[in-house]
């Protein structure tokens, strides 16, 4: 079987499965780029809001940002036995559409709560990462900065950590700035960053 007639073969399966989700999480039927996506949907939900707190949520993210963490996944650039070969099929599959499906979901916030002392401890932790992410978290999408805003704060906790660990893209040049400063904060601290951003609006 050629990888053609394979591929062929994994969208009609994905179309029917998208066909039997609940009327309540379908995308239209007619949007190819929504059927690729189905290979996301198990864990971060069929438009990209994942009700989770440890998967982020990909409604909303800018495509080229969405496209460079796939293509890093694939790669091993980024560890992730669980991602890495998810990331491969959404290659195959097309990221450039995956990723336009996904940007053009309107993101909404998480629903995990989060503490509103730890909350307040983090806007204070948080001046240092303004120039970057934006007093309203929201990212630079021109220097692929990502939105925090409103993301679950189980999944920001753990990026930190695998920041400060250097075990997210480690030696990788464009993250030195950020992994300087999650190493000058406590380990306490991450949380509490994670809640602030988690609890800012989208």
């Known amino acids: 079987m050629t990888t053609r007639s394979r591929l062929s073969g994994l969208v009609a399966l994905l179309s029917c499965l998208l066909l039997a989700a609940p009327v309540t999480a379908q995308p239209r ?10 290979t996301c949907a ?3 939900g069929a438009s990209g809001n994942s009700r989770s707190d440890t998967m982020p949520i990909l409604a909303g993210m800018d495509p080229a940002y969405f496209k460079k963490q796939i293509q890093d996944y694939a790669r091993g650039l980024r560890p992730s036995p669980e991602m ?30 989060v503490d509103p002392v ?13 120039a970057c992410h934006g007093a309203d978290g929201k990212g630079d999408r021109a220097r ?14 753990e990026q930190l950590r695998l920041l400060k660990q250097d075990r997210r893209n480690p030696g990788d040049a464009a993250l ?27």
């Open 29 to 38: 039927h007619d949007d190819v780029a929504a059927i690729k996506a189905v």
């Open 42 to 44: 198990a864990c971060h």
């Open 118 to 130: 730890a909350v307040a401890r983090g806007r204070d932790a948080a001046a240092s990462c303004a």
């Open 84 to 113: 890495e070969p998810y990331a491969k099929q959404v290659l195959a599959l097309g990221v450039d559409d995956i990723a336009a499906f996904f940007a053009r979901q309107r993101m909404a916030r998480t629903p995990v709560r």
């Open 144 to 157: 692929l900065v990502p939105a925090l805003a409103g993301q679950p704060p189980g999944y920001l906790r």
């Open 176 to 202: 030195a700035a950020v992994k300087a400063v999650m190493k000058s904060l406590p380990d306490e601290r991450l949380a509490d960053l994670a809640a602030y951003y988690s609890s800012l609006t989208p």
